[in-house]
Structure formats: structure tokens, C-alpha cells
Nanobody
Framework: QVQLVESGGGLVQAGGSLRLSCAASGRTFSSYTMGWFRQKPGKERECVARISWSGIRTYYMSSVKGRFTISRDNAKNTVYLQMNSLKPEDTAVYSC?????????????WGQGTQVTVSS
């Protein structure tokens, strides 16, 4: 069983930066694909970024490419989402997720989420 705990959310002005962290329990973290998702009020959850178990392969949704960076430290059982040049439309609850598949369709484990609010 993997438990995920996010941190680093908060209120930031447009143009600012935040770094989200997701700490995972369990000894098999390095074998999991990790994803960051966000959900805006009244909207479907969307995958913001994904990283392979090795950290070599990454995916970003088009609206965050060049602004967000996903990374992981398998020695610390932690995945990060560095968010730069934040925009008000990035406001959402951000959650991390883990799955053993290299191309997850439905992630197996989820964190509780952390609120990110970007003011204009």
C-alpha cells in the first residue's frame, strides 16, 4: 500500500512560483509512475504532468509546458511539481497519484490534495 501526502500549496500572485511536494510511504515508490492532477471547481480532474519511475520520461499538459516541471527523488520517496509563471487559471486543488503501470489509465493511489490559488 502506498500513501501519498501533498504539501506546498498556498496563495500566490500571478507570475509567482510554488513548488508542490508529494511524499510517499512504502518501499516500492521507485517502481511507480507518478502523476500530478488538478481539479477546478465544477470541472473534470485533469492530468497536469506525469513522470516515469526512472524520471526519464515526462508528460505535460499543453497549458503548463514551459512553466511547470515535474521531478522525483526516489531516495526521498518524493515527487515534486515546480510551478513558475503562475496564472489565475492555474487555481485548483492539486493532487498527486501513483500507479504501477508505465502508462496509467486509472491511478491506483491518490493523495488528499493541496489548494493552489493564484491571484490576479
Amino acid at each position: 500500500q502506498v500513501q501519498l501526502v501533498e504539501s506546498g500549496g498556498g496563495l500566490v500572485q500571478a507570475g509567482g512560483s510554488l513548488r508542490l511536494s508529494c511524499a510517499a510511504s512504502g518501499r516500492t515508490f521507485s517502481s511507480y509512475t507518478m502523476g500530478w492532477f488538478r481539479q477546478k471547481p465544477g470541472k473534470e480532474r485533469e492530468c497536469v504532468a506525469r513522470i516515469s519511475w526512472s524520471g526519464i520520461r515526462t508528460y505535460y499538459m499543453s497549458s503548463v509546458k514551459g512553466r511547470f516541471t515535474i521531478s522525483r527523488d526516489n531516495a526521498k520517496n518524493t515527487v515534486y511539481l515546480q510551478m513558475n509563471s503562475l496564472k489565475p487559471e492555474d487555481t485548483a486543488v492539486y493532487s498527486c497519484a501513483a500507479d504501477r503501470s508505465p502508462n496509467p489509465v486509472k491511478y491506483e493511489h491518490w493523495g488528499q490534495g493541496t489548494q493552489v490559488t493564484v491571484s490576479s
